[in-house]
Structures are given as structure tokens and as C-alpha cells.
């Protein structure tokens, strides 16, 4: 058990009188060190690691020896190059090593500082090689806080209010299996959401010929971990290219193999025009990448540009890791693929066992499992999944919440079989007390 120290609650109490809100939740968890499978806070106590930092330790938290090793190595010769206006060997290696893991056909790089920045750069690239000035994304989404990408995220109002307006922005609905409005089954629900985009958002709303780009998340994050039907992102990339519009895919979360493909659109057959990536593409460090289509040519010099793009610490870490997940692809794919039908398997045990277990989803090891107050209402159970989350933490498991009332299943993808199975225990005896304290109301 957990032990919440008076140290821990004065760093948190002092935080809060240093910095501005952000989006840290009750978790008391008050971060010291970490390795492979476990984090540890100031006092020791040792947690395995369900969140991989927010999908930025997907192999293993705090990164590779070798990542390491690298950072520490540039750190002592160069950290800053001014890469947009001077040149540099190392992330000229490492893009062209980038690019092998891209489809034929891609070969122009953006380097960044994050998701949020990747997605910025994408917005911009996509309206210049196109000329055109709307950008269409769907609720639920998530792709950053910065203004330019938070016009395209719609997964909270709370993200929103207040920073408006927006504009050249559409939002469409996108499929959401579980709870879709149309209430046919997966794969109808796929094909309405496209008809409705059809019908009403590129009849309606806006021209397609006005459209630069559709940004998709192949599998939602903060929106829930949704998982779209197979037939939907197919019908979406012949939409797109009906019409010229560039297809987006945002793989800030969901790609860097989290789920089971180094690129998280490849698990739907169709490739996109633009990727952004972060997390854990840096290896712990901040850093972002937007790579596209080499038949869409360049940008103008000075129309876009940053000062840390490049950073050479952080492409020395995000190199040599990449390497490593080279040399270890096939490996690290049967992992993903081996591990997440055993979570899967377990989650789906669970949720025949508990009724606050409404639905369970995802790819790979990006799973989330959706609490709701009962199977026959689904109202989601918002304040049980803060519950879980506190209950699984006290008894040495890290977890985060998407959506309403999601919990992301997201450990590294490196995590031993034991300490999974000792997670996954963690969490389902939390779930088992939430769900009695339901059934006791």
C-alpha cells in the first residue's frame, strides 16, 4: 500500500502555489525515478507503470540504455544546433532512418518540439500544398492545446472555452461504436458516419473542393480510446482522395508501435498524405516530426520555421532508440500482438464478471476499458473511474483516464508478462470494489 508522506503533499502543495493548473488529476504520485516496467516516487515507493507517461515510455519508462547514452554523450559536445537555419549531420541520419519506416513515397520531415506542434505544422503544410482553407476533424478528437490545433480538437469543452473563435475548422461526427447514434452494428455504424459526412457536412457545411485536409486519430486518445470500424477509415482515405483533400494521421499517441505497427493507420490498409508523431518518438525528450508525401513538394523558405526543432540531445535520443526499434521490429510486433490478446482477454473476462464494465476496445496494447454505472443505461461512471484510478494507485499501479469515464490500459510494450498479470490483478480488484459500491447505492 501506498503511503502519502507529509513530503509528498507539501511538493503538491507547493506546486500548486508555483504553477498554473494544468490537467493533473488526485493522484498524489510525485514522480523521483524509473525503469523498464516500474516508476517510483520521492519515497521510494515502487508503482507498475500502466500509462507509459502518456504513451511516451512505450519501451520501457525511461527509455532505452542506449537512448540514454546517446543524450548523454550530444549533451557533452552540442545540445542546440539552430537546425532551421544551420545544418547538422545527426538529424539528417536520423530522418533518413525516419523515413524507412514510413511508406514508399514519403520524404519531407518537419522536426518539432510535440504533438501539439506536429499537428500545427501539418495544418499549415496541408493548406499551402492544397491552396485551399478548411480543415475538417472530428468530436472526440484530441490534437493539442496551441490554437492552431486546438480549432481541430473536440473531446472536451473545457479545452475550448474561452479561446475562441476558430476558424476554417469543421468538425464531423466520428464512429463511436459503442455508443453510436445510429444504433446499427460496427460495421453499418462505419458506413453511416461516412453517409452523414457526405450528406451533410461536404453538401451542407462546406465544398470538398474547399477542403484541404481530414485529421484522423487511427485510434482516439483523450476522446475515449475509440477504435473506428475497419470499413470507415478506408471509405475516409476514398473520400479524401475523391476530392483532393490531403488525409491527416495524427499518430501522436496511437503510433511509435503502441498499436502493433510502428505507424498506427497501417492496421486499417491505407496510408495518409501527412503523419504527425511525439512522445515517444523522442525517448523521454520533447521533440515532434510532421513527415509527408514527397509528391507534395516543398514550402517556401521562411513559411514555416521553429527554434528547437532539431534539438541535437533530443535527436540523439530519438535516434538511437529508433534504431533500436529497428533492430528489434518483429520482436517487438509479436509483443504487442501477444500481449494485447492476453490483456484483452482479461479485460473481456472482467467485463462479463462486473455490470460497471460497459465496454472494452482498442489495438495493440492501447486498450481502454469504459466504466458506466450500468450495462443497460450506459451512463458513464465518472466518478468510479476516478475511484479505480485512486484505489489502483494506493496499491501500486499508475493508470490515467480518457473520455468520460475511459481508463487507458497503456504499460510499455516491453513490460514483463508477471508484471502485467500483477497490473492487470491490481486493477480488476479496483474495479471489483467500484462495482460493488455500485450495486450498494
Do not use: W
Request: with cysteine; net charge positive; proline share 4%.
Amino acid at each position: 500500500m501506498i503511503k502519502v508522506t507529509n513530503r509528498i503533499k507539501g511538493i503538491i502543495e507547493r506546486d500548486r502555489k508555483v504553477f498554473l493548473t494544468t490537467t493533473r488529476g488526485s493522484i498524489p504520485f510525485v514522480a523521483s525515478s524509473g525503469d523498464g516496467d516500474f516508476a517510483y516516487d520521492i519515497e521510494g515507493n515502487r508503482l507498475i507503470d500502466f500509462s507509459s507517461f502518456i504513451s511516451v515510455y512505450n519501451l520501457g519508462v525511461n527509455s532505452t540504455d542506449d537512448a540514454r547514452r546517446a543524450i548523454k554523450s550530444q549533451v557533452d559536445r552540442l545540445m542546440h544546433a539552430a537546425f532551421t537555419d544551420y545544418y547538422s549531420e545527426l538529424p539528417v541520419s536520423f530522418g533518413e532512418d525516419l523515413l524507412r519506416m514510413f511508406p514508399k513515397g514519403f520524404g519531407r520531415i518537419f522536426l518539432s518540439n510535440s504533438g501539439t506542434e506536429a499537428n500545427e505544422a501539418a495544418i499549415k503544410f496541408s493548406r499551402i500544398f492544397t491552396k485551399r482553407p478548411y480543415i475538417i476533424s472530428f468530436y472526440n478528437a484530441f490534437h493539442g492545446r496551441t490554437m492552431g490545433s486546438l480549432g481541430l480538437t473536440a473531446a472536451k469543452s473545457v479545452h475550448r472555452e474561452h479561446f475562441g473563435p476558430f476558424s476554417g475548422v469543421i468538425h464531423a461526427p466520428y464512429p463511436y461504436p459503442y455508443r453510436c447514434p445510429f444504433s446499427h452494428d460496427h460495421a453499418e455504424c462505419g458506413m453511416d458516419y461516412i453517409e452523414y459526412l457526405k450528406d451533410y457536412v461536404l453538401s451542407k457545411e462546406v465544398s470538398p473542393e474547399e477542403v484541404a485536409a481530414i485529421f484522423l486519430e487511427p485510434v482516439q486518445g483523450e476522446g475515449g480510446y475509440i477504435v473506428p470500424p475497419q470499413n470507415f477509415v478506408r471509405e475516409l482515405r476514398k473520400l479524401a482522395t475523391e476530392h483532393g483533400i490531403l488525409l491527416v494521421s495524427d499518430e501522436v499517441q496511437a503510433g511509435y508501435m503502441r498499436a502493433g505497427k510502428f505507424l498506427a493507420l497501417d492496421n486499417f490498409g491505407v496510408a495518409a498524405d501527412i503523419y504527425t508523431m511525439a512522445k515517444s518518438l523522442g525517448a523521454g525528450l520533447p521533440f515532434g516530426a510532421t513527415v509527408t508525401r514527397s509528391s507534395l513538394g516543398d514550402i517556401p523558405a521562411g513559411a514555416h520555421a521553429n527554434t528547437f526543432g532539431g534539438n541535437l540531445a533530443a535527436v540523439a535520443g530519438a535516434h538511437a532508440q529508433l534504431k533500436y526499434l529497428e533492430k528489434n521490429r518483429q520482436q517487438l510486433e509479436r509483443q504487442v500482438s501477444d500481449k494485447g490478446r492476453a490483456i484483452l482477454r482479461r479485460l473481456m473476462k472482467m467485463k462479463d464478471d462486473y455490470d460497471i464494465v460497459g465496454d472494452v476496445r482498442g489495438l495493440g496494447m492501447m486498450i481502454g476499458v469504459e466504466l458506466v454505472k450500468s450495462k443497460r443505461g450506459k451512463e458513464p461512471a465518472a466518478k468510479e473511474q476516478e475511484q479505480v484510478i485512486m484505489d489502483s494507485f494506493m496499491n501500486g499501479l499508475l493508470l490515467l483516464p480518457a473520455g468520460q469515464s475511459t481508463i487507458r490500459i497503456i504499460p510499455p510494450i516491453t513490460v514483463s508478462r508477471e508484471n502485467l498479470e500483477k497490473g492487470l490483478d491490481i486493477f480488476e480488484k479496483a474495479v471489483a470494489k467500484a462495482d460493488k459500491s455500485l450495486r450498494h447505492k
